[in-house]
């Protein structure tokens, strides 16, 4: 690990005062720890360098759950068992819950937060491995593309063809979460469909929007009668702990048997939590009989153009939207 500088504020303006700073490759840039699950791995292997970590944990009022009548806000450092445990997003947000106890071990979500969750790094293995200098690290080739590709992205993949290993990420964007930010300029708001990015817009060498002084505060998830039907369904390769091969987060609406509305969202099959609205309009107005939960899953999977070793996610990621609708849906 190479040698840094530790800080320790206790506000938020002080945090991101100590982010400013140059250079601006994301990898070599001061940044923000939260429990340290992801960035502390990434600095050990040397494919993080920070000259600086900005500790998040002394600074007030960043850990709270706050539920009522316009919906769910979680504090950036709301750590992932606090959430999985929460009553009132098991009741209210059952999706949220499923997939924070989805993630790792409890050792893992015992420490792990919310806000390091959404920012934490991908797990491609040529992207980690510290001799390779891959396209995510400023290099010119993505080794994915043509190697060792099962376990990356399906769907909106190249030039990089990482997969975002978030769990919570699916289940949020199909509620319509939106993300507070302070950075130096101020605050802003970003609905989370807007805040991680594909390796074709901005910086490839980052999955989000974020700048290197901006530190997410909270998360707030709106009210709406979709939350209380939603689920979260992951496949991973080994039980005891794993990130998502394929999953999917779906909410839904009914009339009666009807749907009225529904959100579906793909995790571990492409660089961004992949939303399907197409199949979300065809469900609109029809029964969750079998052959419609067919139909939908298919074409969630139609923009789908796997790499040599990944074809079978789409059939994987088929059952788990098909699966998730019928789940979401109580038939
Ligand atoms: C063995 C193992 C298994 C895992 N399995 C899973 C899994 O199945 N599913 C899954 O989703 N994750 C998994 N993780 C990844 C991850 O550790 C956890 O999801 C955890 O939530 C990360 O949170 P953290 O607080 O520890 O983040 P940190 O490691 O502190 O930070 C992660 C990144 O986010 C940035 N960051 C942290 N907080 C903020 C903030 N407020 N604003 C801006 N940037 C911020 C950091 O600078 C860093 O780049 C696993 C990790 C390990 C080690």
Redesign the pocket.
């Known amino acids: 690990m190479k040698a840094f500088e530790w800080t320790n504020p206790t506000t938020v303006n002080e945090a991101v005062k100590m982010l400013v700073a140059s250079p601006g490759d994301i990898d070599e840039a001061p940044?923000?720890?939260?429990?340290?699950?992801?960035?502390?791995?990434t600095m050990k292997d040397y494919t993080?360098r920070p000259t600086r970590l900005v500790n998040?944990k002394n600074i007030r009022g960043l850990n709270k759950i706050t539920l009522n009548a316009r919906g769910l806000t979680i504090g950036?450092l709301v750590t992932?068992t606090e959430l999985e445990e929460h009553a009132g997003v098991r009741k209210s947000f059952p999706g949220l819950a499923e997939a924070a106890n989805?993630?790792?071990?409890p050792q893992?979500r015992n420490?792990?937060?919310?806000?390091?969750?959404l920012?934490?790094?991908p797990r491609c293995w040529y992207f980690r491995l510290e001799e390779v200098i891959c396209l995510k690290k400023g290099g010119s080739e993505c080794y994915a593309a043509s190697g060792e590709n099962k376990y990356n992205a399906i769907i909106g993949g190249g030039p990089s063809y990482i997969v975002h290993?978030?769990?919570?990420a699916p289940v949020l964007l199909a509620l319509g979460a939106t993300v507070t930010v302070m950075g130096a300029t101020g605050k802003r708001v970003i609905p989370l469909d807007k805040f991680f990015t594909l390796p074709t817009e901005g910086d490839i060498r980052r999955e989000n929007v974020?700048k290197n002084e901006?530190?997410?505060?909270e998360i707030h998830v709106p009210a709406s009668p979709l939350a209380a039907r939603s689920t979260y369904l992951k496949f991973?390769e080994r039980e005891s702990?794993?990130?998502?091969i394929a999953s999917a987060a779906v909410a839904v609406r009914l009339a009666g048997r009807m749907v009225q509305d529904a959100r579906i969202v793909l995790g571990g099959v492409a660089p961004v939590p992949w939303r399907v609205p197409a199949a979300e309009k065809f469900l609109v107005g029809k029964e969750l009989k079998p052959d419609v939960l067919a139909e939908a899953a298919k074409i969630a999977l139609a923009d789908a153009q796997p790499l040599e070793k990944n074809a079978y996610k789409v059939p994987l990621a088929q059952t788990l939207v098909r699966r998730a609708l019928a789940k979401a849906g109580g038939v």
Do not use: H, M, W, Y
Request: net charge negative.
């Open positions: 940044r923000p720890l939260a429990g340290g699950q992801d960035l502390l791995t993080s998040l950036t992932l989805s993630i790792a071990t893992i420490l792990g937060t919310v806000g390091g969750n920012c934490q790094r290993p978030s769990d919570l974020l901006e530190i997410i505060t991973k702990l794993d990130f998502a």
